[in-house]
T-cell receptor
Framework: NAGVTQTPKFRVLKTGQSMTLLCAQD?????MYWYRQDPGMGLRLIHY???????AKGEVPDGYNVSRLKKQNFLLGLESAAPSQTSVYFC?????????????FGEGSRLTVL | GIQVEQSPPDLILQEGANSTLRCNFS?????LQWFHQNPWGQLINLFY???GTKQNGRLSATTVATERYSLLYISSSQTTDSGVYFC????????????FGAGTTVTVRA
């Protein structure tokens, strides 16, 4: 049982480049989230999804786009990366039924923008 | 949204010591979780505890929902307990968005 899997784990980009982070979960969870964590800070919500085909903005959505074409996958895109987007990104998912709101995290993706 | 405050912000322990971490929240909640972020950055679920008391080895947690706080107890601390401990709460009706505290950084010295 893989749980929540993020790819890639590490990436270095130059300013202005684009990239996509992939989050996949095998728990049939309805809700999925993308967070970022900066040094010495907690987790801030970027975007989230309440189901296939739907997405919504979190606290810090600017500069990011997301898509949820399949229930098990949640993609986070950076169209034109900026140094301020250097961070560790975490994907998470939860179910609204079995244990409502129990959150499961992926291992994180460390992104550096030069 | 719900405000979540954790205390203390930092804690330094000698191996073998006991400690208590606190999480206060500003509204009634349906869910409360404790996470441990280890020095490698992994976020590990410790407890799902909207109310009551749970124990897992040397760790235990108590949530008093009516008084809007939760406590995480670490007994006989070990160096592997080092890391950041986060509390997160959820109020149903807020689109299943958990609100996180800023964390307590625990350092256990041998």
């Amino acid at each position: 049982n893989a749980g929540v899997t993020q790819t890639p784990k590490f990436r270095v980009l130059k300013t202005g480049q684009s990239m996509t982070l992939l989050c996949a979960q095998d728990m049939n969870h309805e809700y999925m989230y993308w967070y970022r964590q900066d040094p010495g800070m907690g987790l801030r919500l970027i975007h989230y999804s309440v189901g296939e085909g739907t997405t919504a903005k979190g606290e810090v959505p600017d500069g990011y786009n997301v898509s949820r074409l399949k229930k098990q996958n949640f993609l986070l895109g950076l169209e034109s990366a900026a140094p301020s987007q250097t961070s560790v990104y975490f994907c998470a998912s939860t179910s609204t039924s079995v244990v409502p709101g129990e959150l499961f995290f992926g291992e994180g993706s460390r992104l550096t923008v030069l | 949204g719900i405000q979540v405050e954790q205390s203390p912000p930092d804690l330094i322990l000698q191996e073998g010591a006991n400690s208590t971490l606190r999480c206060n929240f500003s509204d009634s909640v349906n869910n409360l979780q404790w996470f441990h972020q280890n020095p490698w950055g992994q976020l590990i679920n410790l407890f799902y505890i909207p109310s009551g008391t749970k124990q897992n080895g040397r760790l235990s947690a108590t949530t008093v929902a009516t008084e809007r706080y939760s406590l995480l107890y670490i007994s006989s601390s070990q160096t592997t307990d080092s890391g950041v401990y986060f509390c997160a709460v959820l109020l149903l009706g807020y689109d299943y968005k958990l609100s996180f505290g800023a964390g307590t950084t625990v350092t256990v010295r041998a």
